[in-house]
């Protein structure tokens, strides 16, 4: 068995876990390793399209302040707010470093980076909308993608592709390494190090109708979790109001912030009977539960469960050179050209607000006293800081991986100065290649894909944008029943190489961890907040829940309160 | 509707070569090719190895020669295909297993033409300045997505593995251009050796291929020209 010692070791190598690289890899005299399950430029960082939000103020008056409000307010009340204080002052820093590294933003005429609005983002705390995200036509995921994978290579970033971390290395309650599956040979290998960071981005793939990558099957927080770390406010979830139909492909936010409008089968702009203020631009949760509701009432598209999402009305080149690539997707995919016809679309399954526990510097805490787990790490999707609360704004993901995943891996440098190297225990191996081989070899006759698909799909229909309490009673039930199944499945390949039978069987492993925190948090929180509504407790209930979940594995729920520093707790109306 | 679907196979822990296997799955019109491939993975033959991620065009993972061209399995539709599909793994580059060919030889030359901006002047407290018209000048060059669709389409690059191909051009383009960078002239040295621009014949399969619409051609020749002028 193969074992590489590092100083630090990242799994995933999207926005988060690349920037902290970056930072560690300038320091020229650290070891850093980051370990992908894919290629580092297939992350799904370079899917996201519209922009960063940061108070620039290159196109009108803008304050951090106000986009801490938002992003509080956004989140309904969940965030902590000194994290939120750091995420919106160092926003615009980041920004600034990343143009520095060489990120292409699109510019205004003097030069400046250009800025456009995005939902839920507004001037003077909440009186209208404000052009704050920063952006690279509808490429800015891909954008940052590519400009951090470069850096890194410039500054001596080592890279492990194709290497699926599957087991932490913990060695009394410190961070010790991983053990890694390099998917080309089978074989595995252990990383030592001395710190370790999980960016290993969603689960969106619980969700029958997903933005998600295949990919996306919530890796790092499932083995967190097996190993004794709670996971954080997993009830929350983000649906996307606008995914093409079916496919769940994102049709950008930056779409309504450039002016296309929703409308239902008689046309009408239905957000102003649900927003009148922010109307298309309302919070992601809230636009959701708009079209959900317009469709149980019959008002979908031929009175499916779809609605339209309006650009006929823009000049083409806006769709030309503000959205060219949401445009291709709906003339690929749809054969719709959107300058001429509306584009169907329905809440897509997008964003985690809930995680592996961080406090602001990115140090995975393992209880609700945010006692630190030394060494251990986690930043972007995977983690919860918590910056979203019960629900993320648009553009937020983007901030929180960059400005968190660099303060992770500034951290992590001076962590890094005193810290020992633990050394592990004799086969760190053996608990992963066990399940492995497990997996390889079962004869039951169950098949990965139908599970997965059937977890999916229960999960749309019973744990989705409306939940109750009998129905997330089934979702566990259900749970149960898949797990069993899991327990009887049989791979067709059974070598070594390449081995994505086996390789899909273990992430859907992962699956079930992840969507079983999301239930049981669910069903334990009775109330409604941002992206979680019970309809049998429809109304926000500061007095009980105004304070985050953690769940251990075993079932036990722990709270921690939530940090108030500058906006007490109001309704939220937009 | 029903497609015939004929993948070129090939394990390499049970077969000395590659051999073509053949399915029928039920299609939708509106379907990828990746859901194809994705049906026959899931219902069919589990031992199938394909690489993909994203499923709309974005990352670059699922390259591979679909009757007879070379594209995105995420970006092409049944409908635009017919009811017989053929798949085959990028030419030009090592087969490891089924469709999954080796990166590695198509990375390296990436990282060969320094693909990061050099600037080491000491930053504004702000962003540098760049007008929208020296941002335009890179443009194009900054969509690729690295898919290696254009390199692997290359008859230059199939008949000699040394060319830097399409796709590192394209990465070098998108520096040399940027106004904010300072190492044209060292891109452009490497660029003019042998290995390096001037092997390309302008055949056009590459700007035919990309799946992300760049002018790649275009883009060599301006890098030809910019090579040639930085030597008079």
Redesign the interface.
């Known amino acids: 068995m193969p074992v590489h010692e590092y100083d630090a070791v990242i799994v995933g190598a999207g926005g988060a876990g690349l920037f902290a690289a970056l930072e560690l890899g300038r320091q020229r005299d650290l070891r850093v390793a980051v370990l992908s399950k894919?290629?580092p430029?297939?992350?799904?960082t370079?899917?996201a399209q519209g922009g960063i939000g940061a108070a620039?103020g290159n196109e009108e008056e803008d304050h951090w302040e106000w986009h801490m409000f938002d992003t509080v307010k956004g989140g309904d009340y969940l965030v902590d707010q000194d994290a939120a204080e750091i995420l919106a002052r160092e926003a615009i820093e980041t920004?600034?470093d990343l143009?520095?590294?060489?990120l292409?933003?699109?510019?205004?005429?003097?030069?400046?980076?250009a800025q456009r609005r995005f939902g839920g983002h507004t001037h003077h705390f909440g009186q209208g909308p404000v052009r704050r995200a920063c952006h690279?036509?509808d490429?800015t995921g891909?954008?940052i993608l590519?400009?951090l994978y470069?850096?890194c290579?410039?500054n001596n970033v080592h890279f492990f592709?194709e290497f699926q971390v599957v087991d932490l290395l913990l060695e009394d309650g410190v961070a010790a390494g991983v053990v890694a599956w390099e998917i080309?040979t089978g074989e595995l290998h252990v990383f030592h190090s001395r710190a370790v960071m999980f960016a290993t981005g969603g689960w969106g793939r619980i969700f029958k109708v997903s933005s998600n990558?295949?990919?996306l099957t919530g890796d790092g927080a499932a083995i967190c979790w097996r190993r004794g770390i709670p996971l954080e406010d997993m009830e929350f979830y983000q649906f996307h109001p606008t995914g093409i139909y079916r496919?769940g492909?994102l049709m950008s936010e930056a779409a309504r912030g450039e002016g296309a409008i929703l409308r239902n089968r008689h046309g009408e702009r239905f957000m102003e009977r649900y927003s009148p203020n922010l109307l298309d631009l309302a919070p992601r949760d809230i636009i959701a539960r708009a079209m959900i509701t317009e469709i149980r009432e019959g008002r979908g598209i031929d009175g499916k469960d779809y609605l339209h999402l309006d650009f006929t009305h823009l000049p083409r080149q806006v769709l030309d050179e503000k959205l060219p690539?949401i445009t291709s997707?709906a003339r690929?995919?749809?054969?719709v050209d959107p300058a001429t016809q509306p584009v169907p679309v329905q809440p897509t399954a997008h964003y985690a607000m809930g995680g592996i526990p961080t406090d602001v510097w990115g140090r995975v805490i393992r209880d609700e006293r945010n006692t630190p787990v030394p060494g251990l790490y986690a930043a972007g999707e995977c983690a919860c800081v918590s910056v979203h609360g019960a629900n993320r704004l648009g553009t937020n993901s983007l901030v929180d991986i960059l400005v968190f995943g660099r303060r992770a891996g500034r951290d992590m440098a001076r962590y890094l100065k005193e810290a020992e190297r633990v050394p592990v225990a004799h086969n760190p191996d053996s608990d992963v290649r066990e399940e492995l081989e497990r997996l390889r070899n079962s004869t039951g006759g169950e098949?990965?894909?139908t599970i997965r698909e059937e977890l999916a799909a229960c999960m749309m229909e019973w744990c989705g944008i409306f939940r109750n309490g009998p129905d997330l009673q089934r979702m566990l039930d259900k749970l149960g029943e898949l797990r069993d199944r899991y327990a009887r499945i049989t791979?067709?390949?059974r070598?070594?190489?390449?081995n994505?039978?086996l390789l899909e069987a273990w992430e859907l492993g992962c699956l079930l961890d992840v969507a079983e925190a999301t239930v049981r948090s669910a069903l334990n929180r009775t109330e409604s907040r941002g992206a979680h509504m019970r309809e049998d407790y429809p109304k926000r209930d500061d007095a009980q829940w105004l304070k985050h979940t953690l769940l251990y594995r075993d079932g036990r729920f722990a709270y921690k309160p939530v940090t108030i520093t500058r906006f007490q707790p109001q309704e939220r109306k937009y | 509707m029903k497609v015939h679907v004929r993948i070129k196979r090939f394990?390499?822990?049970?077969d000395r070569r590659p051999y073509w296997a053949d399915y029928e799955v039920p299609t939708d019109p509106?379907d990828?090719v990746l859901d194809v491939l994705h049906y026959i993975?899931?219902?069919l033959?589990?031992?199938l190895?394909?690489?993909?991620?994203?499923?709309?065009?974005?990352?670059?993972?699922d390259a591979m020669l679909i009757n007879g061209r070379n594209r995105l399995a995420c970006?092409v539709?049944v409908k635009d295909l017919g009811n017989r599909i053929t798949v085959e793994p990028l030419r030009g580059l090592p087969v490891?297993?089924d469709l999954?060919v080796d990166?590695e030889p198509f990375?390296a030359k990436y990282?060969h033409v320094?693909?990061?901006?050099v600037?080491d002047e000491p930053?504004p407290?702000?962003?540098?300045?760049?007008?929208?018209e020296?941002?335009a000048r890179?443009?194009d060059t900054?969509?690729c997505?690295?898919c290696a669709v254009c390199t692997t389409a290359c008859p230059i690059f199939w008949g000699n593995g040394e060319f830097l191909g399409p796709a590192a051009l394209v990465a070098a383009h998108r520096?040399i251009f940027?106004s904010?960078?300072r190492a044209a002239a060292e891109r452009l040295a490497l660029l003019a050796e042998r290995s390096g621009a001037f092997k390309c014949r302008t055949v056009f399969n590459c700007t035919d291929a990309c799946p992300q619409g760049i002018e790649i051609t275009k883009a060599i020749q301006e890098l030809k020209r910019a090579i040639v002028l930085s030597r008079a």
């Open positions: 894919l290629y430029t297939r992350s799904h370079g899917a620039l920004i600034y143009e520095h590294y060489g292409p933003f699109d510019r205004t005429p003097d030069g400046r980076i690279a036509a490429r891909h954008m590519q400009t470069q850096q290579l410039r592709n080309l990558a295949h990919t496919l492909i690539e997707f690929t995919y749809l054969g098949k990965v894909g791979l067709d390949d070598g070594c190489k390449f994505q039978d | 394990n390499p822990e049970k509106f990828r993975k899931w219902n033959d589990g031992t190895a394909l690489r993909r991620s994203c499923a709309h065009g974005i990352c670059g993972s970006k539709l490891i297993k999954v990166m990375f990282r320094m693909p990061w901006l600037n930053p407290a702000r962003e540098r300045l760049q007008s929208p020296e941002r890179i443009d900054t969509k997505i690295l520096f940027d904010r960078d």
